[in-house]
Structure formats: structure tokens, C-alpha cells
T-cell receptor, first 115, second 113 residues
Framework: AQSVTQPDIHITVSEGASLELRCNYS??????LFWYVQSPGQGLQLLLK??????LVQGIKGFEAEFKRSQSSFNLRKPSVHWSDAAEYFC?????????????FGKGTKLSVIP | EPEVTQTPSHQVTQMGQEVILRCVPI?????FYWYRQILGQKVEFLVS????????KSEIFDDQFSVERPDGSNFTLKIRSTKLEDSAMYFC???????????FGPGTRLTVL
């Protein structure tokens, strides 16, 4: 079964500092990978996705992520964090098999930003 | 920009009561999903729906749950007899194709007393 591990439950960074959120996955084939962000009381917003091709993908709000097959990782990065980036970030993998399109989520990383 | 909408935003119910959570997926999407997130836990898949039938469901989605697309726009999740442990945020999502990004609604917070 596929799984997603986000090893950091909570990260605190200063505004303007760089950010890297870690995501490792377990999947038998080439995965589809996603990062979603959830602000308090809000739904899930897609930041970026990887299906194939260039392993460095750009997303919204200045985020990027790099797919590393050898490390089974898809880490999210941002060069300079803004206070409005404070939220919870979820890595997800899918599909889970032929005809199965469910997403499997990690437990999330809560990001706090110090002004 | 089109978006997935969900109603109500918050539902409070008594244990044993039936609830129906409503979703309006993005209009040209073909695949529909329900996920839930118990407070402090990760988002979990419940069910996917395509071509007017369930295409996949998780172990969570037992006989107490059902889904329906009663018309061309709505997609509903019914919990027949709610339990305390059904308290969670329920997210609806849709996608244009199966293996594609899923667009999530804002969620319905269900509180079972």
C-alpha cells in the first residue's frame, strides 16, 4: 500500500527565511505527487503537482518542489517565507493503482512564521 | 475561477441522526470524491464516484455511508446513523479525469453530540 511520511509535525521560521518541508513516499510505480496547503478553517488548496517530466516543479505563491526518485522524496521549498504562508501543508500521492484515483495524504506539517 | 462548493459549512447533529452533506463539484469534472479529516489527523479517502456509481471506497465507508448524484450538479454524502466518531471535517473534491489533480471544497465540519 502506498504511504506518505512528513517527518516534521511543526516548523517555525522567521519571515524572509528559506523553507523546506520534507515529504517521503512509498509507492510501487511512478507516482503522481501533490502539495496542498490548508489555512485555518479553510479547505485544501493545491500548491503544485508532479506527474512526469522535469523533476523541479513550480507552483503558486512562489513555492517549488523537487521529485527525487532515488530518495523517494518530494520536498517543498520556498526561498523567502512570508507571514501569510503560515498554514498546514500536506503532501499527497496518487493514484494508488489501475483505476484507483484516491489520494493518500501525509499527516501534515504545520508552519509558523515569526515576524 | 470555478470552484467546488459545500454546504453547510458546519453541521451539528445528535448521535443516531441522519445527515446529508452537499457538494457542487466543478461543472465539467467527471470524478467526484469525499475525504474526511478528524481533528488533528490526516486527510483520509472515503469514496470516489464516476459515471453515476461508486468506483472505489475505503474501509471507513461502511454501510452507514452512501453517496448520490441526484441531479447534474449536486453530489451528496449521507451518513445514515451518526456516531460520535463521525465528527470530522468532510471534504468534497472533483477532477476532470481520474488520474489528475483534485480540486477540494472548503469542507463541512460535522459535529456529532
Amino acid at each position: 500500500a502506498q504511504s506518505v511520511t512528513q517527518p516534521d509535525i511543526h516548523i517555525t521560521v522567521s519571515e524572509g527565511a528559506s523553507l523546506e518541508l520534507r515529504c517521503n513516499y512509498s509507492y510501487g510505480a511512478t507516482p503522481y505527487l501533490f502539495w496542498y496547503v490548508q489555512s485555518p478553517g479553510q479547505g485544501l488548496q493545491l500548491l503544485l503537482k508532479y506527474f512526469s517530466g522535469d523533476t523541479l516543479v513550480q507552483g503558486i505563491k512562489g513555492f517549488e518542489a523537487e521529485f527525487k526518485r532515488s530518495q523517494s522524496s518530494f520536498n517543498l521549498r520556498k526561498p523567502s517565507v512570508h507571514w501569510s504562508d503560515a498554514a498546514e501543508y500536506f503532501c499527497a500521492v496518487g493514484p494508488s493503482g489501475a483505476g484507483s484515483y484516491q489520494l493518500t495524504f501525509g499527516k501534515g506539517t504545520k508552519l509558523s512564521v515569526i515576524p | 475561477e470555478p470552484e467546488v462548493t459545500q454546504t453547510p459549512s458546519h453541521q451539528v447533529t445528535q448521535m443516531g441522526q441522519e445527515v446529508i452533506l452537499r457538494c457542487v463539484p466543478i461543472s465539467n469534472h467527471l470524478y467526484f470524491y469525499w475525504y474526511r479529516q478528524i481533528l488533528g489527523q490526516k486527510v483520509e479517502f472515503l469514496v470516489s464516484f464516476y459515471n453515476n456509481e461508486i468506483s472505489e471506497k475505503s474501509e471507513i465507508f461502511d454501510d452507514q455511508f452512501s453517496v448520490e448524484r441526484p441531479d447534474g450538479s449536486n453530489f451528496t454524502l449521507k451518513i445514515r446513523s451518526t456516531k460520535l466518531e463521525d465528527s470530522a471535517m468532510y471534504f468534497c473534491a472533483s477532477s476532470p479525469m481520474g488520474a489528475n489533480e483534485q480540486f477540494f471544497g472548503p469542507g463541512t465540519r460535522l459535529t456529532v453530540l
